[in-house]
């Protein structure tokens, strides 16, 4: 899945080259966090569905949102959205200091559970409004946001250290169109880069491969 | 039973099979509009929309099951008719439970398509089982008529139009869920008053029907089950959890309108950064999320709407400004107004369910702050009031169109008419403020800016890039528009807001290279300067706005009040390039609504001719009876002219009427009566020995094409009427067209009927598929090229039939 589906280019997208992200998922068994009807479909690169209407991501957008942190071992991180505790496990294998929270309750502990199970105990998982953040686990030298309000958390804002970056993936209802990442600088400003999946040309309905 | 029998059957034998069609007729279309309402609320509105066709295709297959078993249709014809009342009645509550307990969902995943368009099938299978039973009760009634065909015809329409006026009425008091046992009930008098021996015998059978109903709903509430990817879907969640619950719903023809109180809701769309909302409560229409209102009660509490993007368009304004919103459908936009010590807040919005919530759930409504009910579009054009500034809230929303969500919808305000009339509402140096997120590629804001630009142009501004400014952050990108050039002042204004507020600007008459595309960073054209936002502003604002537009890989041509589909952003070239880029996950990104339609097109086209050529090959008599093609052809003419003609009528009463529910009442009710009195006259036209068509559709082309010619100026005069008198126009309108109409389908089925009646039950068939096609080919034409495109192909299609009139079978002369 990993050599040909995310580090490779395929059609027009970037392939994903940070080597360590790339280990990270070929470390990560992503049947262990789909439903059990669903793991034969594990290692394709779509989404797949787990239940109480979510879906764990494609795995070339998990790999993608992973490597826009920019992780270089060490930091804390905080995903808002556990879904299927893929993601989690993804980071994990990157940084010890992984903090998840995820609002819905039976997902949560499905998440929870299949973390543990796979040997990723040390991921702290919490129930609850992501929202607010984790201002006890705080603050974050990265953040990647999944939930939508409209905004960006201000709570999450004031967690994020300097230098630090928030990756949001934004979309239609059903899917992630970019990637945006945003950059607290030095000063406590925001400063703000999309990253597209894809690399649209849309004057002309072809797509540049780069 | 011949022709002779019905003649001479007693009154009330010969009425109780047009009272028998009447009452199923007006249960199907109830039934038809109730299920359109339950779907609006458990899925996306696509799919409510394929309910028209899933009825005409249960219409469209009864024939064939006629056709197929008519020789045991035409033997117990009586106990026939019954049994399927009886049937229509029990399956309009019970295939609604069947149904509601097949998981279907809207999100389509490339691992699951296959297993969910076979359960979306067998979802939509269920569901035309009531229409084909219902259209079985009508098509049989018809096949036993024979010289009465054209008032039991009648009856049927009349029967519809009972029931499309009933329907609305009927969803003011009942709950979605409960709606298909109340049409089931009042289908039940048909099985009484079937022609079928005793009285006592037809009570049984009601009894029945009534008992086996009685006991699945004991077992099974009726309960809407929300699509599990809808918002609707992760409120029950977070209801089930007890981190949230509905305090208040409002249920109406137009909506179901709930009020969700949480801790865990902050949405606050255009909030740039900074300061976290207030609690909030959530406003949820039809399942989605539509507005937040903030649980606060005085202005100094609303500081955080300062820190929303479209604050910034205050800062153009002068003190004391008057405010329109149009379409508002939270508190925030009244809160940040009266953030600005406002001369006058008119709140304008079209649905009562969200003005009930907002005066008993805001406490922003207060003295200077008036609530309007009234269609944005109907306001803007015939109120006189003038303002300082515009928000066309109900324009402004998230990536609605990337996955075609609302394509189907139309929306007369923002079409290049609509944004013309608000232009003409403003106060000289007020603005018009609306906003949508960020695409990638961008499609929603283009058209936005198209259509702005173009509606300058009608009210005389020859330059439309000095009117118009447009700033964003990383998610949301507002414009503003003026009629008046901007001054030097706002436009130093607009420079000072969007530094203090770390905005983007996009684009303002002077804006400088080093200002674009920072702080947040978008991607544009290789080698250009700024992002594609700023690339696609000054393509549309230069003499290449049209190569441009057509190059564009999304469909952003200006929405126009004849192609009103401001959502829609779909085009054929575009499902190539996705596919191209993203394999099978093309469908996640494709512009959902003009595919749902094609797609729609295409399986009715294939059903239809397979369920049309079945009963040829399984009828000997049929298939070597003479007259097959030009009945076929006529049949199906008139059954796509009627429907169509019928649609684009639709579109332009919603203009006139303002209200869509209340505009599709009435039309389709005016329709279907004045087309029902053209069947009681040509009843006695063919008693009189007049048998022509040719003139009859001479005149209907000719109204047909005044009407499509008038009728946008109609509406634009008579809107100022009070509600009875646009109704009443409404129907003065459609009453010569109706009635022209009405004559063509009573008029071939009498003359099949003498010469073939075995056709009769094939050729309702094929007239139900033709309609089935219609509805979607409609819709087609109207967002393609414009509803005038499918008026005139309606009348082409009525000429045709004229012209297959008399190739249709005949008696010979003795």
Known sequence: ??????????????????????????????????????????????????????????????????????????????????????????????????????????????????????????????????????????????????????????PLWEQLKPGGRIVVPVGGPFDVQRLVVITKTPEGKRRSTTITDVRFVPMTGEISRP | MTAQSVLNMSWPARQSVALSVALVSAAVLGFEISLMRMLLVASWHHFAFVVISIAMLGFGVSGTFLSVFRGWFSRHGDGALLALAAATAAAMPLCSLLAGHMPVEARFLPTLLWRQLGMWLAYWAVLTIPFLLGASVIGLGLMRSHERMPAVYGANLLGSAGGCIAAPLVMHIVRPEWLPLVWGV???????????????????????????????????????????????????????????????????????????????????????????????????????????????????????VDRTLVAAAYAMCGARPRVLLLGETGSTNMWLALRHAPESVDVVQGDPGVIHMLRRFSSVVRGNVQLVTAEPRHFVEHSNGQYDLIQLVSLQGSAVGSAGMAGLGQDHLATVEGITACLRRLSPGGLIVTGRGIQTPPRDSLKLLGTLIEALRRIGVNNPQDHIAMFRDYQWVCILASASPWSAEQIQSMRRSFSERELTPVYYPGIQPGELNQPDALPGPAGGVGDWYYH??????????????????????????????????????????????????WLTRVELAFLFVLGTIAAVAVVGVVMTIAPLLLLPDLRHGRGKTSTAAYFAAIGLAYMVLE??????????????????????????VFSSAASLVAQRLLKKGGRSLGGIVVALVCVAGVELALLGRLAHLAGALPLPGRYGMALLAIAPLAFLMGFPMPLALWRVDRAQPS??????????????????????????????????AAMVLYLLAAAVFRRLPQCQAP
């Open chain 2, 186 to 304: 009042c289908a039940m008098p048909a099985v009484l008053w079937a022609p079928y021996r005793t009285v006592r015998a037809r009570g049984a059978v009601a009894a029945g029907c009534a008992i086996i109903v009685g006991v699945w709903l004991c077992a099974d509430r009726p309960r809407i089950q929300c699509d599990p990817y809808k918002y609707a879907g992760h409120l029950e969640r977070l209801a089930r959890q007890g981190s949230a619950s509905c305090i208040a719903t409002v249920i109406g023809p137009r909506s179901v309108v709930g009020l969700w109180r949480s801790e865990v809701f902050h949405d606050l769309p255009f909030l740039s950064s900074g300061v976290a909302p207030p609690p909030l409560d959530a406003m949820v229409i039809d399942g989605h999320w539509a507005g937040s209102v903030l649980r606060i009660t005085e202005t100094p509490q609303a500081a955080v």
């Open chain 2, 536 to 585: 696609a502003a000054m393509e549309l604002f230069s003499a290449r706005a049209e190569r441009f537009i057509a190059q564009w890989l999304f469909d952003i041509r200006p929405a126009t009040d004849d192609r009103p589909f401001f959502h829609d952003f779909g085009k054929l070239r575009l499902i190539g390039a996705l596919r191209r880029t993203l394999g099978d996950l």
């Open chain 1, 1 to 154: 899945m990993v050599e040909t589906q995310i580090a490779a280019p395929v059609d027009g997208r970037d392939p994903v080259k940070d080597v360590a992200v790339l280990r990270a998922m070929n470390s990560v068994p992503r049947h262990a966090f789909v439903p059990a009807d669903m793991q034969r479909a594990a290692y394709g690169d779509t989404p797949l569905p787990i239940g109480h209407g979510q879906t764990i991501s494609q795995p070339y957008i998990v790999a993608l949102m992973t490597e826009a942190l920019e992780l270089k071992g060490g930091e804390k991180v905080l995903e808002i959205g556990t879904g299927s505790g893929y993601q989690a496990a993804v980071l994990a294998q990157l940084t010890p200091h992984v903090c998840t929270i995820e609002i819905v309750e039976a997902l949560g502990k499905t998440a929870q559970k299949a973390l543990q199970d796979e040997g990723y105990a040390d991921v702290k998982c919490r129930v609850g409004d992501g929202y607010h953040g984790w201002k006890e686990e705080g603050p974050f030298d990265g953040i990647i946001v999944t939930c939508a309000a409209g905004h960006l958390p201000p």
């Open chain 2, 759 to 792: 056709l009769i039950p094939w050729a309702w068939g094929v007239n139900g598929f033709a309609s089935v096609l219609a509805a979607p080919a409609a819709t087609a034409i109207g967002m393609a090229w414009g509803f005038t495109y499918a008026g005139a």
């Open chain 2, 647 to 672: 649609m684009t009528l639709l579109s332009r009463m919603t203009h006139l009427i303002g209200d869509p529910v209340q505009a599709a009442s009435v039309t389709i009710a005016g329709f279907l």
